[in-house]
């Protein structure tokens, strides 16, 4: 005996969709979720709990009554997610009129634009499905002569019939407009993906393709339910309490009588949703085929797109925990600045230059440009959001950002390596004086390979390079490649594998005190490597190595190059007096920093 195949049961959901610019909204009876894709492809996502208060609880239940409150909740409801999806690709930040209006009247500008829209919204529909068919009726009752009078059912009826051709031209109509033919499509990928999920599938694009883009619970077929229902509607009305009326009398009575026509088609749209037999699709047959028009095939990015908004709904709906997300929009770049410099102050972070850097680094401006007014795209945004989220927790702003800029130069550093220090460009300065294509070089505890790679740029001299870290070596490498420095690396413990000689010798060791080591600044202590930091007992280990060996790899007249912590420098003078030559070179700020000492002997 064959076995079945198992099939996973088909599953109804109460979610359902809203087709909004590059995007889809879902939407459950707990939560709602907007996904949209932004012009750099990325889905962006804004989640919200939604409140259902008692008396909102208590509508549901009451037949008509609710199909009103859908109906206005979804007129003004979705206008505003409609705004809102859009204002991903707008300027983000409000105008000085909107924030003048904001801070003066105390109004939300967006909130009284999204009810005028709604406003002329309907205004339209009353001048094309209410005024338009009357006016086109009264012309068919001329042009068929005085003598023939149309009775109150002829009348609905030929209104009706022109309702409904206007609708499924307008419908054809706005379906050219490029932008209104892909906002169809995402119609047609909402559709999809709640079939897809009450067939019982897994939600994926292959899946999702398969799926019919019409369904019995669209806005569209509601749309037809409205007009088939407002003829009957209005003709039982004018037959049975006010007789035959016209003008702006007719007009305004049709409007009067459509929160009924609103809440009898919420109630057949409800009813008919449930009902699966072949006999109602003669009913529900003119709303699945004007969907042929409202819905387009999807492609497969705005499947992703659909799918990501109705995950959300469900992962909100399962878990309170989870937080509401906002959409990134564009920001003004003054205003981003801004808003770095606060988080970063939140966190602890006083320097007002980190924001600065920060931001003129991912957008590849000068500093003292990243108060103007252009606008910043989501896509900067998140990577500017990543570094100000990874600085936060203490790590070093370069090691956040990932590259620091030594002597013009591009240098990759993370935390196998030390952040090359300003003060340390003197170093190379120095080193250019004495340096031509001919010399050698040999560059101690390299780390990131920052000196060896400036002074071989600089000079086209011969350099060696040592660490006893490997993972230091490593970087050092990849910044050289980056570079396109010619530099020898040797993994070595100060000279234990050097065997050459050099016409220079240039170090920035470790200098720190072993015990001031735990007293230093979270960002040094807690992620640069102790081993590039703990010079020993008193900071002085390795110059005392150097300055001891340093000679057996010096040629006649070779040149000595050490940076010092501060108060070391007479220390290290003095270490190296019987080399011949020895001066104390003064950093920036006034500060003993480097002792170069040539050997004359």
């Known amino acids: 005996m064959k076995e079945k195949k198992s099939k996973k049961r088909c599953a109804r959901t109460s979610i359902g969709g809203q087709a909004v610019m590059e995007g889809v909204m879902m939407r459950s009876q707990k939560s709602m979720a907007t996904a949209v894709r932004d012009a750099d492809g990325v889905i962006r996502l804004e989640t919200k709990r939604l409140k259902n208060s008692k008396a909102s609880k208590v509508i549901s239940k009451i037949p008509l009554v609710r199909g009103v409150v859908s109906f206005v909740s979804s007129l003004f409801g979705g206008t505003s997610v409609l705004m809102r999806s859009a204002e991903v690709y707008g300027e983000g930040e409000p105008s000085k009129f909107e924030k003048w209006v904001s801070e003066k009247l105390k109004i939300d500008v967006m909130s009284v634009v ?14 094309l499905f209410m005024w338009a068919p009357q006016a086109l009726r009264g012309l068919i009752e001329k042009w068929v002569g005085e003598g023939f009078a149309f009775d109150i ?22 379906s050219l407009l490029k932008d209104i033919r892909r906002t169809f499509m995402y119609h047609g990928a909402e559709h999809k ?166 931001i003129s680094i991912v957008l590849g401006v000068k500093r003292d440009e990243v108060y103007k007014e252009n606008l910043v795209y989501p896509k900067k945004i998140d990577e500017i959001d990543k570094i100000v989220n990874d600085r936060i927790t203490g790590r070093p702003l370069w090691y956040c950002i990932g590259d620091t800029e030594f002597y013009g130069y591009k240098i990759k550093v993370d935390e196998r390596v030390l952040i090359p220090r300003p003060e340390t460009e003197l170093l190379v300065y120095n080193a250019k004086e004495s340096l031509s294509s001919d010399k050698t070089v040999l560059d101690l505890c390299t780390g990131s390979g920052a000196i ?31 570079n396109g420095a010619n530099v020898n690396f040797v993994q070595s413990n100060l000279f234990e594998n050097i065997e050459d000689k050099f016409d220079m010798i240039i170090s920035n060791p470790p200098y720190i005190k072993s015990k001031d080591i735990a007293t230093l600044q979270k960002e040094v202590k807690d992620f640069e490597p102790t081993l590039a930091l703990d010079g020993g007992v008193d900071g002085l280990d390795f110059y005392k190595k150097i300055a001891l060996q340093a000679k057996n790899h010096l040629n006649k007249g070779g040149i000595l190059l050490l940076e010092c912590g501060i108060g070391q420098a007479q220390d290290v003078a003095d270490m190296l007096k019987d080399y011949g030559t020895v001066k104390i070179i003064k950093d920036y700020e006034n500060i003993d920093r480097i002792v170069k000492a040539v050997l004359d002997v």
């Open 114 to 127: 999204g009810f005028i829209s709604v406003l002329l919204g309907l205004a339209l529909a009353v001048f």
């Open 193 to 358: 993906t709640i079939a897809c999920f009450e067939r019982g599938l897994d939600l994926t694009v292959d899946n999702a393709k398969k799926c019919p883009r019409v369904h019995d619970r669209c806005g569209t077929t509601f749309m037809v339910f409205v007009l088939v229902i407002s003829i009957l509607a209005f003709a039982c009305f004018e037959a049975l309490v006010v007789g035959q009326i016209d003008g702006i009398l007719r007009v305004l009575c049709k409007v009067a009588l459509l929160p009924v026509v609103a809440g009898l088609s919420y109630e057949l749209l409800k009813l008919l949703s449930k009902l699966t037999h072949p006999a109602f699709i003669i009913i529900k047959w003119p709303g699945l085929l004007l969907q042929r028009i409202t819905t387009r095939e999807p492609d497969d990015k705005m499947l992703e797109v659909a799918i990501a908004s109705f995950k959300a709904v469900m992962e909100m709906d399962a878990d309170d925990s989870i937080l509401e997300k906002k959409f990134q929009v564009a920001k003004k770049r003054r205003q981003l600045t801004y808003d770095v410099k606060a988080k970063l102050k939140e966190n602890g972070i006083t320097e007002d230059a980190e924001a600065e850097w920060i």
């Open 153 to 174: 059912w002829a009348k609905n009826f030929i209104e009706g019939g022109i309702k409904l051709l206007l609708f499924i031209a307008y419908l054809l109509l706005v």
């Open 452 to 482: 060896a790679i400036s002074v071989q740029k600089e000079t086209g001299a011969t350099v060696t390079a040592s660490d006893i870290s490997e993972n230091a070596l490593s970087i050092a490498k990849e910044n050289a490649k980056i």
